[in-house]
């Protein structure tokens, strides 16, 4: 075994705080990575305050993190297809039965025995699964994917999860050349579908309740935007969008932006708002409309989202912090208070 530092928390209410893990000796099938950056999801944040404890609940110490990018520093006898010195990154899962209908259709995501990457089970070590707030982690090389050089390794660290997580619907819908394509929210994961968006040739607009987020969407590449708490203007888009990605996590009205839609046309959802919320089944007879959910994507789906940024020069808009900022950060992401994403500079932790 290997120590390496990390922040973590040590109960729901603590704050997050200097630590020292412990990394596996890489086995024959394994990547070792010097992190160099981290995204900070809100995710996150759930994980650490045990918000999530009816489906998923912490187990303390908890070092979050499912936003990596590094380099190699080292691979097992049998990896091939990566080497020391390559630009790396990991995602929100570390393992899988790779046996299971989900991993043989490529979507590891959906297996009934993913890992997360932090907060999962560790069969290496036993206990949870270590996450990205740290100086190195060792991953299987399945789940190990290659970040074109040409990207920005701090607004690059996003894609992990922000950007496959709007990048995956987005391309499932199909050729979207030409389409109308609606942005519900312009946040950390509102932005990236606003970038892919327009990358795939859609004609894109941002649903926003704030005026002052205009500008700013239409420098990320939409082409309109459209103030959702405006009657009038919500009824001039009245059925005349063909897909709808709403990132929107707080409590919302669906039926309005199903009202939106025009024939065939579909809702996705990828935000997790906590409640149910009600959908009117008229507003889906009428035009066959249909309203979905997306879970971030698979290595392979994942891989060509990496691919597909590297050649549209495409990251996340980040404001790169230290490590020792993270609880500062914390705060302000729960005041919406980032454009559009935090991305830890894991240097800083090294001096720490």
Not at 75 to 89: C, Y
Not at 209 to 237: C, F, W, Y
């Amino acid at each position: 075994m290997k120590k390496t530092k990390a922040f973590s928390a040590a109960s729901a209410t603590a704050p997050l705080a200097l630590d020292t893990i412990s990394r596996r000796e890489p086995t024959a099938h394994d990547v070792a990575i010097d992190i160099l950056f981290c995204g900070v999801c809100h995710s996150d944040l759930h994980t650490v305050r045990n918000e999530w404890s009816s489906i998923m609940p912490t187990v303390y110490p908890c070092v979050p993190g499912h936003e990596i990018v590094g380099r190699v520093t080292a691979v097992g006898s049998e990896v091939s297809g990566f080497k020391v010195g390559d630009a790396v990154g990991v995602g929100c899962i570390v393992d899988s039965d790779h046996d299971c209908p989900m991993c043989k259709a490529h979507v590891e995501q959906f297996c009934g025995n993913a890992v997360f990457t932090y907060n999962g089970p560790d069969k290496h070590l036993g206990g949870v699964t270590y996450g990205g707030y740290s100086e190195s982690v060792v991953v299987d090389k399945r789940f190990v994917l290659k970040v074109p050089e040409n990207l920005d390794l701090a607004g690059a660290a996003p894609l992990l999860c922000a950007g496959i997580t709007t990048y995956s619907p987005i391309r499932r819908w199909g050729d979207i050349q030409g389409k109308k394509v609606g942005i519900v929210g312009l946040g950390g994961l509102g932005h990236m579908g606003v970038k892919f968006a327009r990358a795939f040739g859609a004609h894109v607009a941002v649903f926003t309740t704030s005026p002052n987020k205009k500008d700013d969407a239409l420098r990320l590449g939409a082409h309109e935007v459209i103030l959702s708490k405006d009657p009038a203007e919500m009824q001039k888009h009245a059925n005349s969008f063909d897909f709808i990605l709403d990132t929107i996590s707080a409590d919302h009205d669906l039926n309005s932006y199903i009202h939106m839609l025009g024939l065939d046309g579909k809702l996705t959802l990828v935000g997790a708002p906590e409640k149910p919320m009600p959908v009117a089944p008229f507003g889906l007879l009428f035009g066959r409309k249909s309203v979905g959910g997306s879970l971030i994507g698979g290595i392979k789906e994942t891989q060509e989202m990496l691919d597909f940024c590297g050649q549209h020069n495409i990251t996340s808009d980040v404001e790169v912090i230290a490590m020792k900022q993270i609880n500062e950060a914390y705060d302000r992401l729960l005041k919406s208070d980032v454009k559009y994403r935090f991305s830890i500079d894991m240097a800083s932790l090294k001096s720490a």
